[in-house]
């Protein structure tokens, strides 16, 4: 691949001229694109309006891939971000050895019924003032597509590059290799659209958080398999990393001062995430358009906090058979000084977001009653209730996270049962049942939905059968986080979005892929198209074109949703 830069003085936006590669373009954002229902578009997940026509589109120079940027406002970290990404857009759309790479479109062609695409144009309307631009909550990843015979070329638009990331992404998803299409044998492999031109898609999505959640405590996953989990979410346009990095069963993350918080409480020495790794995979997601948010789950699922520093958890015998019971001993000043210290490990090892996950579920009060040292601390205090125990705690660590500018994410027991006056700019986190959202929005809060997908439940609602060869990805496609149980339109703006979540106790790096997919697939396009996208026919179609297309073929191991035959199945396994 060649690449180029051309100053241009005068431009108010970035033109990225892609030779032979047929991408984004001239329609302006006010222009009326078409909604239409299908069961065969190709791109996942499926764009807020898309139309198509009757021409068989070609790429027939797929070798002479020459990127010209003719910039003026694109900031180095934009031109960074758009580079990179359009030479791992290119590796993936132009994959096979085997299409013919012939220099001129063929003179056999009726261009009435076959058109040659040769260029296109990538541009970005208002470039990133910063020089390391972050992807953050409400980014603008709106893009359009115009791939039209009568302008010569391909043009993607955005206003942002994560927009521009998008549509490199949705661009990709059209191109496939064929030998003949609509009847018509090329006699040789090109590049073709899956759709027929004129191709106009104007995309933007439903929801601004589109999330998955890793538990990398129940198993330790490699940074490798991290940074290939981050790349499958950029393929399906989800948008945030939700890194639940330690738990009750292991501490993973190297922490400043406090060594023993991972050498004795990571499951082997190699198994922990230092700091290098750490600020690696948020610069892998930086770079693909994904948040990477952390979790550090307190005060309750704190078993593996005591593993190097036993004063810091509870005490409580007869709870102690389940190391999930374990919360941090919050009479223990010492408990404070090392939560503040992981805290700012965070920030220490380049998490910038605004968002800190500090969970808050499932809190075993009883063990705290039964601490000797933590009764005498609530008669110290002159509490009545363990609850209040909690208030104090929650109080102690605003104080911590305040000060480095972070907002607090928590589950929802945290605002719902416990009683805690959760600060207003809290996102709560529902997890047990979909009507819980609710709730929460009565209360004002921003939400994001997580249950109904629990990907380590293989079964997703209670009182349900399955036949083993039925997968549930249905169920996971019509969860909708505000939609058909009753929530006020005034009040659906409070809904983020969601997450799925990959609880790991029986899952790591080997048996990932299949346990997640297909089923994020349909998380993801429930958070992304429109709510009118229901259609479970039309999707299952899809989603088998994007499970063998989209995942499969760039090494992603992602299981069938019906017979068939997908070839990068035995090119890649």
Not at 242 to 269: C, E, M, R, T
Not at 481 to 497: I, N, R
Request: aromatic letters at 14%; one cysteine or more.
């Amino acid at each position: 691949m060649h690449l180029s830069r051309k100053g241009y003085a005068s431009s108010c936006s970035v033109w990225i001229i892609i030779m032979m590669m047929a991408v984004f373009m001239s329609v302006v954002f006010s222009e009326k694109v078409s909604s239409q229902t299908t069961n065969t578009f190709k791109i996942w997940p499926l764009p807020e309006q898309y139309s198509t026509g009757s021409i068989i589109g070609i790429i027939p120079n797929w070798k002479s891939f020459n990127i010209v940027f003719q910039e003026n406002p694109l900031s180095q970290g934009d031109y960074d971000i758009i580079s990179d990404a359009l030479t791992r857009y290119g590796s993936m759309i132009f994959f096979s050895e085997n299409v013919d790479s012939s220099s001129n479109c063929p003179d056999s062609f009726n261009h009435t019924t076959v058109f040659c695409v040769t260029q296109a144009v990538l541009t970005v309307n208002y470039p990133s003032k910063d020089m390391i631009p972050e992807p953050y909550l409400g980014m603008d990843e709106s893009y359009i597509i115009n791939i039209n015979p009568s302008q010569g070329y391909a043009q993607l638009t955005a206003n942002t590059v994560w927009g521009a990331l998008r549509a490199l992404e949705s661009f990709s998803q059209l191109i496939t290799p064929v030998d003949n299409l609509n009847g018509i044998s090329f006699g040789k492999k090109y590049y073709t659209f899956g759709e027929l031109l004129p191709i106009v898609v104007k995309d933007s999505p439903r929801f601004k958080w589109r999330g998955f959640l890793v538990d990398t405590a129940r198993h330790y996953y490699s940074v490798k398999k991290l940074l290939q989990i981050i790349d499958s979410l950029a393929y399906i346009k989800m948008n945030v990393f939700h890194w639940h990095i330690v738990d009750a069963q292991s501490f993973p993350l190297v922490v400043n001062g406090y060594p023993d918080l991972s050498g004795k409480g990571a499951y082997q020495k190699q198994a922990i995430y230092s700091g290098e790794d750490i600020l690696a995979i948020i610069e892998y997601g930086r770079r693909r358009g994904v948040r990477v948010v952390p979790e550090i789950d307190v005060p309750g699922h704190a078993g593996s906090w005591g593993f190097g520093y036993p004063e810091i958890t509870a005490n409580c015998p007869s709870y102690a058979h389940n190391i999930n019971n374990i919360p941090l001993n919050i009479a223990n000043p010492k408990t404070y000084d090392v939560l503040a210290a992981v805290v700012k490990q965070l920030t220490l090892s380049g998490f910038t977001d605004k968002y800190y996950h500090f969970g808050g579920d499932e809190l075993v009060m009883g063990c705290w009653l039964e601490d000797p040292a933590i009764r005498n601390f609530m008669k110290q205090k002159g509490f009545t209730q363990p609850v209040q125990l909690l208030f104090y705690f929650e109080d102690m660590l605003r104080n911590i996270y305040l000060p480095l500018n972070k907002t607090m994410i928590c589950w929802e027991e945290l605002a719902l049962e416990y009683g805690y006056s959760v600060p207003k700019d809290t996102i709560v986190h529902v997890w047990k049942e979909r009507k819980t959202l609710l709730d929460v929005v009565k209360m004002g809060y921003q939400t994001l939905l997580s249950g109904g997908w629990y990907l380590d439940q293989q079964i997703p609602n209670r009182n349900q059968t399955f036949y083993e060869w039925v997968d549930t990805w249905i169920n996971f496609y019509l969860n909708d986080p505000t939609e058909g149980f009753g929530m006020p339109e005034s009040q659906k703006k409070l809904v983020l979005g969601g997450e799925g979540a990959m609880w790991s106790e029986q899952v790591d790096d080997a048996n990932f892929d299949s346990r997640v997919f297909p089923r994020t697939l349909a998380i993801a396009e429930r958070l992304w198209s429109p709510s009118s996208v229901t259609d479970v026919t039309s999707a299952r179609v899809r989603m088998e074109y994007a499970r063998c297309n989209v995942l499969v073929r760039r090494g992603v191991a992602c299981g069938p949703v019906m017979p068939g035959y997908c070839q990068a199945t035995y090119d890649n396994f």
